[in-house]
T-cell receptor, first 113, second 112 residues
Framework: DAGITQSPRHKVTETGTPVTLRCHQTENHRYMYWYRQDPGHGLRLIHY???????DKGEVSDGYSVSRSKTEDFLLTLESATSSQTSVYFC????????????FGDGTRLSIL | AQSVAQPEDQVNVAEGNPLTVKCTYSVSGNPYLFWYVQYPNRGLQFLLK??????LVKGSYGFEAEFNKSQTSFHLKKPSALVSDSALYFCAVRDNFNKFYFGSGTKLNVKP
């Protein structure tokens, strides 16, 4: 398995609190991604990064921010969590070449009460 | 814009029978197509990909997929299903900016 670690694996928090999820890779891949998975929607891209300090928005970026200060770490922050952000969050990495697949972490299950 | 459709939420098949999980795509330019499998409480795992060349590509665990350019389809197949193949399957397309677009997923149920 690709070296991708997501932390925490599970979190329960309250509406209005800030939450930060961490993705750590040991593969030295340039691209990193954050997705959320919800029933009936598959995976939806929140934000992605194409290098240190280089990030861009995905299709569901409202309410989320990201940071990448090192190649190996990609942080996802919910500035003020809402119940609609209850989901399973996945981090993925990929190499620069277009024919290479993504590799995924095992996810973070986030519940916002 | 790139998009992927998986028209079946669920596919049921008996063990030993062939299985097909459908995927259609819309992409500008040449498609880079992928299939992934997800087991409970795990991330997605790469199964196979189509980049160019033969329309029939082979992947992990005996799975294969048929690329059809005229029908813009990339259906996942296996000649003989196993109970252990029961999982959630996702089709994806990659664009020229290294962004991936996923279908909504198809739950495969293989019954003994």
């Amino acid at each position: 398995d690709a070296g991708i670690t997501q932390s925490p694996r599970h979190k329960v928090t309250e509406t209005g609190t800030p939450v930060t999820l961490r993705c750590h890779q040991t593969e030295n891949h340039r691209y990193m991604y954050w997705y959320r998975q919800d029933p009936g929607h598959g995976l939806r891209l929140i934000h992605y990064s194409y290098g240190v300090k280089d990030t861009d928005k995905g299709e569901v970026s409202d309410g989320y921010s990201v940071s990448r200060s090192k190649t190996e770490d990609f942080l996802l922050t919910l500035e003020s969590a809402t119940s609609s952000q209850t989901s399973v969050y996945f981090c993925a990495i990929s190499e620069e070449m277009g024919d290479q697949p993504q590799h995924f972490g095992d996810g973070t299950r986030l519940s916002i009460l | 814009a790139q998009s992927v459709a998986q028209p079946e939420d669920q596919v049921n098949v008996a063990e030993g029978n062939p299985l097909t999980v459908k995927c259609t795509y819309s992409v500008s330019g040449n498609p880079y197509l992928f299939w992934y499998v997800q087991y409970p409480n795990r991330g997605l795992q790469f199964l196979l990909k189509y980049i160019t060349g033969d329309n029939l590509v082979k992947g992990s665990y005996g799975f294969e997929a048929e690329f059809n350019k005229s029908q813009t389809s990339f259906h996942l197949k296996k000649p003989s299903a196993l109970v252990s193949d029961s999982a959630l399957y996702f089709c994806a397309v990659r664009d020229n900016f290294n962004k991936f677009y996923f279908g909504s997923g198809t739950k495969l149920n293989v019954k003994p």
